[in-house]
């Protein structure tokens, strides 16, 4: 059986990955750049019911609120938004679509249906102008990493992709979540261009995630995983799906599992062929992956044909 069909299925491991991408995961591990000690134990069997309730009990999207030191020394408080990402939307949002950057969205044809979600998620510089077949042109937030606020290249301060929009912004801190450490030593420097950005633009919602947040995230990965995994930050994708997932009714996830487009080409919008990006190098993107196949309670043709999946969010589920 072919690994596609495989990662439909669920019953995958890196061990069936290419050379290259089993040493890249085995470097990261002895690396542990982010000092990454996990207490938990592995591989935990929960059923798709009880990963739900799990997931909704334990994970609480946190953003910066300029309270806790070091920021609040640096008068924080006045700089993020008044309403915290929680509370943005008091009634909830009903259906959202979350939009992952794949190269295997190409041809889709699923602009349409994407725009007809009431609330559409994507990630860093992706585009929609002249995408609009495949992807739609509807974008309702944007999360991005702290390269595209920091590389000239991206032109965060001028390029329309991120006005009009909600920003999400993070950057890898350490495992302890100590904000002082992070603070003096972020993977880019993204607290700079973050207050820039908010003087200029006090009313558009931007916010930077706790890193409590994406490794508490980590945490449960790792927990339901019988390998170990990469101790690196999950994808944007991930964590993109975790906060939709607490904001909406319901969460339809293109293009995240691969569906039969699947194709080495990094991004819809780049023409640069790496495995990694699906499968992952330096995230621990295989076992997110594998996470949220568990959680699809969408119909197995849509995975195919869409490369979609459906979860609930976690107002829908009752524990
Ligand atoms: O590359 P970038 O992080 O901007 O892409 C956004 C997200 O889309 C990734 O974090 C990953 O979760 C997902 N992705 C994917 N397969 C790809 C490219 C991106 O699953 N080939």
Redesign the pocket.
Known sequence: KSFLYRLWKGNVSSKMLNPRLQKAMKDYLTTNKHRVRFRGKRNSKLTREQLLCELRDRVTVKTLDGKEAPFSDLGWEKHVPQAPLSKLYPQGLGSCAVV?????ILNSSLGEEIDSHDAVL?????PTHGYERDVGNKTTMR?I?SQILTNPNHHFIDSSLYKDVILVAWDPAPYSANLHMWYKKPDYNLFTPYIQHRRKNPNQPFYILHPKFIWQLWDIIQENTKEKIQPNP????????LIMMSLCREVHVY????SVRQ?????YHELYY?AA????AY?P?LY??LLVQRMNQGIRDDLYRKGKVILPGFRAISC
């Open positions: 992952m950057s794949a190269g295997a994507r990630f860093n510089s992706a999360i990493n999950p994808s944007s994708g991930f964590i993109g799906i293009e995240y599992i691969p194709t080495d080409l990094c991004h790496d990006c699906t499968l992952g995230h993107l997110e992956k």
